[in-house]
C-alpha cells in the first residue's frame, strides 16, 4: 500500500523561501508531476490565486490545475509554448514545486539562466530540491504550499505583475488558433518544420491520400474527446505538441512516459491507466513509429476486457528524429517509411504505406481511417461508442507538427565533420552551453 507521507518543512526552510520571495517582484511557478503525486493541485491553485503568480506545466505536471485557469501559461521548456517560455526568461525567481528540473524542462539549463533569476524549489526529494543551486524547502508539496501561503500572506506579499500574464497568454491563444487551422495547400504551403522534407510533401500527401496537418487534428482532437477522457503518449513529436497544444481541464486527465521517451509505451501505459480508471476513456496517442516498436498489449486489452482507444499518427516515418537528424546537418537517414532502391542501395525509394486499421482490426479491435476532419469526427463519435478497444488510423503529413517556442536542448553534435552543416550545429551547440547554468 503506497501511503502519501506528509512530511513537513523545517522552519529554517520555511523563512528561507519567504525572504527570497519577499525580494522578488516576477516569479513563475514551475508546477511538477509532484504537485500531482502530493493531490496539492488545490493548493497550488489557491497559492498561485493569494499571490497573483503565474504558473507553468511539466509534462507530469499538467493536469493538476485547469488548463483553462487565468495563470496557468501551460507547458514549459524544451517543449513548451510561447507564453510559459517568454515569462520564464523574464522571470527574477522561479519556484519549482514537485519538479525535477529535467533537461526538457530547464531548457537544458538555458531557460533560467538569468543573472538575476533565483530558484526555489519545493521536493520531498532533497536531491531534486537542491538543483539549479536552488534554495530548497525538502517537504511535501501540499504541507508547504499551505505553510508558505500562511506566512506570505502575513508578510503582505504580492508579485509585481501588472499585464504581462494576460499578454502572454492571449499572444499564445492567438498562435494556438493558427496552428489549429493549418492546412494544406499544393504548391503554396510551407510546413510548421521547414526546408526538411518541403518539396516531398505533395508526394507524402499522395501516397497517404490525406492533407490533414498533425496540429490541425490534435485541435479538433481536443475539442471532441471530452474533457474528462485520459489522454497517454511517450515518445515523438507527439508528447511535444501535446504539452503546447492540450488543454487539460480534468484533474489527472493528462498522462505522459518522457523520462525516457520510451516509444511502445503508449499502449501498454493507456492499458494501466484504464485498469486504474475504468470509467474513463483513455486514449493512446502514438505515431506510426512507436506503434510499430510495441502494440502487442491491444491483445492484451481484447483478453481483458479493457477497453483502450489508440489514436494512431501515421506521417510515414520516424519524424521526430527525422526532424533531429536534419535540423542537426546530417540529413535524412533511415526515417523515412521508404523502400530501398535497386539503383541507389539505398532507402530512398518509394514511400511504403502501411493499412495499420487493417492490421489492428487482425486482432479484433474495432477500427477507423481518417483523412479528413469529417472522417474523423466521426471515427471518434462511433469509437466512444464501442465496449472493446479501438483504433483510429489518422494520416497526417510530416514536418505539420509543432516547432521550437523559444528553449534551446542540448542535443550531442559531432565537434568535427567534414559536413558545413554538422559544423554549424555543433558551434551554435558550444554557444547556447556558455549561456547555460553550469549546473
Known amino acids: 500500500m503506497h501511503r502519501i507521507e506528509r512530511r513537513p518543512a523545517a522552519e529554517a526552510a520555511l523563512e528561507d523561501a519567504v525572504r527570497l520571495m519577499m525580494s522578488k517582484r516576477k516569479p513563475l511557478i514551475i508546477c511538477g508531476g509532484g504537485v500531482r503525486y502530493s493531490e496539492a493541485g488545490a493548493e497550488l491553485q489557491a497559492f498561485a490565486e493569494a499571490f497573483h503568480i503565474p504558473l507553468a506545466e511539466t509534462q507530469a505536471g499538467k493536469s493538476a490545475v485547469p488548463g483553462s485557469h487565468p495563470l496557468n501559461l501551460g507547458g514549459v521548456g524544451v517543449t513548451g509554448n510561447g507564453a510559459a517560455n517568454a515569462i520564464a526568461k523574464e522571470a527574477d525567481l522561479i519556484i519549482g514545486v514537485g519538479t525535477r528540473f529535467t533537461d526538457f524542462t530547464t531548457g537544458s539549463k538555458e531557460l533560467f539562466s538569468g543573472s538575476g533569476t533565483d530558484i526555489l524549489t519545493v521536493n520531498v526529494s532533497e536531491f531534486h530540491a537542491l538543483k539549479l543551486e536552488a534554495t530548497p524547502v525538502v517537504a511535501d508539496a501540499k504541507a508547504a504550499l499551505i505553510a508558505l501561503r500562511q506566512r506570505l500572506e502575513a508578510a503582505g506579499y504580492r508579485s509585481g505583475y501588472t499585464a504581462e500574464i494576460e499578454a ?37 500527401a499522395q501516397a497517404l491520400g490525406s492533407c490533414l496537418t498533425q496540429t490541425r487534428v490534435l485541435a479538433a482532437l481536443n475539442r471532441l474527446l471530452g474533457d474528462d477522457a485520459v489522454v497517454v503518449g511517450a515518445s515523438g513529436s507527439l508528447p511535444g505538441d501535446l504539452q503546447r497544444m492540450w488543454a487539460a481541464e480534468a484533474p489527472h486527465s493528462y498522462h505522459m512516459e518522457y523520462g525516457y521517451s520510451c516509444m511502445g509505451y503508449e499502449i501498454s501505459g493507456a492499458l494501466g491507466v484504464k485498469m486504474a480508471e475504468p470509467d474513463r476513456e483513455v486514449y493512446a496517442f502514438a505515431g506510426d513509429g512507436s506503434y510499430l516498436m510495441l502494440h502487442s498489449e491491444l491483445v492484451t486489452s481484447i483478453q481483458e476486457g479493457q477497453k483502450i482507444n489508440v489514436l494512431l499518427f501515421d506521417n510515414n516515418g520516424f519524424g521526430c528524429i527525422n526532424n533531429l537528424q536534419m535540423g542537426h546537418g546530417m540529413g535524412s537517414f533511415g526515417t523515412e517509411f521508404r523502400a530501398r532502391s ?30 479528413t476532419l469529417e472522417e474523423l469526427e466521426h471515427a471518434v463519435a462511433d469509437a466512444k461508442r464501442q465496449t472493446v478497444s479501438t483504433l483510429i488510423d489518422i494520416k497526417v503529413l510530416p514536418k505539420t507538427m509543432t516547432n521550437g517556442y523559444g528553449a534551446w536542448w542540448n542535443v550531442g553534435v559531432a565537434e568535427v565533420s567534414g559536413k558545413p552543416d554538422i559544423a554549424r550545429a555543433s558551434e551554435e551547440r558550444r554557444r547556447f552551453l556558455q549561456q547555460a547554468r553550469p549546473y
Open 342 to 371: 535497386a539503383s541507389t542501395g539505398k532507402l530512398d525509394g518509394p514511400l511504403v504505406g502501411i493499412d495499420f486499421a487493417r492490421s489492428a482490426a487482425g486482432y479484433g479491435v474495432i477500427t477507423y481511417t481518417a483523412r
Open 168 to 204: 502572454a497568454r492571449a499572444a499564445w491563444s492567438k498562435e494556438w488558433k493558427r496552428l489549429a487551422g493549418i492546412q494544406y495547400a499544393p504548391g503554396a504551403f510551407t510546413p510548421e518544420v521547414a526546408g526538411h522534407l518541403d518539396e516531398a510533401l505533395p508526394e507524402y
